[in-house]
């Protein structure tokens, strides 16, 4: 049994007045109570004035990325030693930034997918994702065509038990070739894929970058959408119907914010042709909160030098700047994150698995408090911490 004492929490969905103390038994949450009560036989955890809330989770990230420019044209090359060795680096700087549950969505080969009972961290993972011939990402090798290729591509998902399918509605920029601002599949292809996929109980998100490909994501009945970058032959644009559609169907859109460089000039240059920057990107993130779309919180860590494993503090930095509220951002990556993975996680509830951080500050008043995590807890044992041991009863 384990009880942290802290200044105050936030539980998922809002805050709570302080002191507070989180009481954990068997990898569960036992109770969340008022003040600093005596709990007999627990190891007392003294956080100080600090905010404890749930493990942050990242629906988007590419354990297999080493965090360095060009990661995902380099996977190829990596031994199955290396592969290992930066899966394991990548969930330990997801860890230390007080991630305790990552959706992997794009590995070579079910690198990921076949390793995700190996970690301390709750690993969920689509395998390689689903793409056209010589389509975005297609050396991880998820190619097909065909209805019935693609059905087969979801039931072969099924048979591995992926947690997800993810397929590349369109193009993308770490991909030379393909069309980010077009389709790379259409709406009936789609459609085959999100009927197999749900017939098999597995819910299906789509890369999509432009808005024709969204549109047709959406028409097809996908659970997600990653990126909605909203590109046309004009630019950024996130027309008012998209939205009440995307709204109506209660779809997760995960806008992979965050980022702590710029990207390297070939990117750079192909965001300019594309007509897509971050104050439009933010608009887009702006207009649709205020549409009332419901958002998740991913980085597509591990993909680039600017895109490194565990930036969940600087994406909700981003939706802050975008106009979302704290507690709206903070719920992206807890509550409403695993809301839309389908896991027992991101809220400090009787009952819900013990994955709870620890910061230095209020993250309800400035979001940069995520970036002092002291402590995190994996299934109600501390898995790291900067405290001193004195401060452990």
């Known amino acids: 049994m384990l009880a942290l004492r802290a200044g105050r929490a936030f539980d998922g969905e809002r805050s709570i007045a302080g002191p507070v103390t989180v009481i954990t038994e068997n990898g569960t949450i036992k109770a969340v109570e008022q003040g600093h009560p005596d709990v007999a036989g627990a190891e007392v955890v003294d956080l100080g004035t600090a905010t404890v809330l749930p493990g942050l ?11 360095e420019n060009g990661a995902l044209d380099r996977l190829p090359e990596f031994t199955a030693e290396h592969l290992d060795a930066v899966i394991k680096d990548s969930l330990d700087r997801q860890l230390r930034a007080g991630v305790t549950t990552v959706r992997d969505l794009g590995d070579r080969r079910w690198s990921v997918l076949d390793q995700r009972s190996r970690h301390r961290q709750r690993v969920l993972a689509s395998g390689p994702p689903i793409t056209c011939p ?32 993810k397929i590349m509605a369109s193009g993308g920029f770490a991909t030379p070739g393909t069309a980010v601002d ?4 259409t709406e009936h292809e789609l459609r085959v894929v999100v009927e197999e996929a749900h017939s098999h109980g597995l819910p299906v998100t789509a890369h999509a970058h432009s808005l024709a490909a969204i549109q047709r994501a959406v028409a097809a009945g996908v659970d997600g959408i990653e990126h909605c970058s909203c590109l046309t032959d004009r630019g ?9 559609a995307l709204a109506e ?6 806008h992979t914010l965050g980022n702590t460089q710029d990207p ?4 750079m240059e192909a965001f300019e042709r594309a007509g897509m920057s971050i104050p439009a990107k933010l608009d887009i993130v702006g207009r649709m909160h205020d549409h009332g779309v419901r958002a998740v919180s991913g980085t597509d860590g591990g993909i680039g030098a600017g895109k490194p494993h565990g930036i969940t503090a600087h994406a909700l930095g981003h939706m802050i700047e975008a106009g979302v ?6 719920a992206s990556a807890t509550s409403q994150a695993a809301k839309a993975l389908n896991v027992s996680k ?4 009787p009952g819900w698995d013990a994955d709870i951080i620890a910061v230095q500050g209020d993250p309800m008043r400035d979001i940069t408090a995520l970036h002092h995590v002291t402590t995190v807890v994996v299934g109600g044992q501390i898995a790291t911490t900067v405290l001193p041991t004195d401060r452990r009863e």
């Open 346 to 349: 991101g809220v400090l509830k």
């Open 182 to 185: 077009d389709c790379q599949f």
């Open 57 to 67: 989770i990242d629906t988007h990230v590419h354990l297999g990325a080493d965090s």
């Open 249 to 254: 169907a209660d779809i997760a859109v995960c």
């Open 134 to 165: 010589r389509g975005h990402c297609w050396s991880m090798g998820g190619e097909t065509s065909g209805d019935d290729a693609l059905r087969g591509a979801v039931r072969e998902r099924a048979e591995r038990q992926a947690d997800v399918v």
């Open 264 to 267: 390297p000039p070939h990117v």
């Open 236 to 244: 950024m644009r996130m027309p008012v119907e998209l939205m009440d």
């Open 325 to 330: 509220p704290n507690a709206v951002a903070l």
